[in-house]
């Protein structure tokens, strides 16, 4: 089982930024999926998750309107289109499915 992130980086405040997360090693298109995200000094907060269909289950308070999850379960990937990024949602971005996670990647959002 394995989930590898992607698309993170440094973005100036109200910039975007589209997070991957392509999977492998599991059934894909059975699987709930979820974005966490860690903000430094701060524990784990569920950002979306969504159902096999994609259809989305939670959505943060926090990012609802801003942030777009979705999946495409020919690529088995999931997405996270972020927009107008506030310098709050710095953290590292992870997938998660059951009990498998990826390695995170970093978003800074700074000016």
């Known amino acids: 089982v394995q989930l590898v992130e992607s698309g993170g980086g440094v973005v100036r405040p109200g910039g975007s930024l589209r997070l991957s997360c392509v999977a492998s090693?599991?059934?894909?298109?059975?699987?709930?999926i979820s974005w966490v995200r860690r903000a430094p000094g701060k524990g784990p907060e569920r950002v979306s998750r969504?159902?096999?269909?994609?259809?989305?289950?939670y959505s943060a308070d926090f990012v609802r309107g801003r942030f777009t999850a979705s999946r495409d379960n020919d690529k088995n990937t999931l997405y996270l289109q972020m927009n107008s990024l506030k310098p709050e949602d710095t953290g590292v971005y992870f997938c998660?499915?059951?009990?498998?996670w990826g390695q995170g990647t970093q978003v800074t959002v700074s000016s």
């Open positions: 090693g599991f059934d894909f298109k059975s699987a709930t």
């Open positions: 998660n499915a059951g009990f498998a």
């Open positions: 969504l159902s096999p269909s994609g259809g989305a289950t």
